[in-house]
């Protein structure tokens, strides 16, 4: 009987944990029982890539992203009509798991966390080049 209650209470705990955690991404997974980095370690091809500038300036992209259990990131970036551009480096995460952060050398790319689901990803990024405020959005779909 105790012990039939404990475990009750323990799933009960789970629950609302997943709960909890569940409005952390503008449009994050209602409920999800895999960790963040569990989601987001995958091999990711984009499939919407927006860089926007304040002029009303944009561009597609594409990108393939893999991300490694080890902490290691591959990002194979196609702007046409350039070849493509690989860099690779560490990722994390910032305290509260709402940034993905990836680093090359010493220089680390900050990416707000918009979408993290099992299959799909989406980033964001602002930031301002040549006093040109720019806005990057990218949709990833896991391979």
């Known amino acids: 009987?105790?012990?039939?209650?404990?475990t009750k209470l323990a799933f009960l705990f789970i629950v609302a944990i997943s709960f909890t955690a569940c409005d952390k991404y503008e449009e994050g997974a209602n409920i999800s029982l895999l960790t963040a980095k569990m989601r987001v370690t995958n091999s990711w091809v984009?499939?919407?890539y927006v860089y926007e500038t304040a002029a009303g300036n944009t561009s597609s992209n594409t990108s393939e992203?893999?991300?490694?259990?080890?902490?290691?990131f591959t990002n194979v970036v196609t702007i046409s009509p350039f070849p493509a551009s690989t860099t690779t480096g560490t990722w994390g995460f910032n305290s509260d798991k709402t940034q993905l952060l990836l680093t090359e050398g010493s220089t680390v790319d900050t990416w707000d966390i918009i979408k993290l689901?099992?299959?799909?990803?989406k980033l964001r990024q602002t930031g301002s080049i040549l006093g040109t405020e720019t806005t990057t959005?990218?949709?990833y779909n896991a391979q």
Do not use: H, P
């Open 1 to 6: 009987m105790i012990k039939s209650t404990l």
């Open 46 to 48: 984009s499939s919407s």
């Open 65 to 72: 992203l893999t991300i490694e259990k080890d902490g290691t």
């Open 117 to 121: 689901k099992n299959k799909e990803l």
């Open 137 to 139: 959005t990218i949709e």
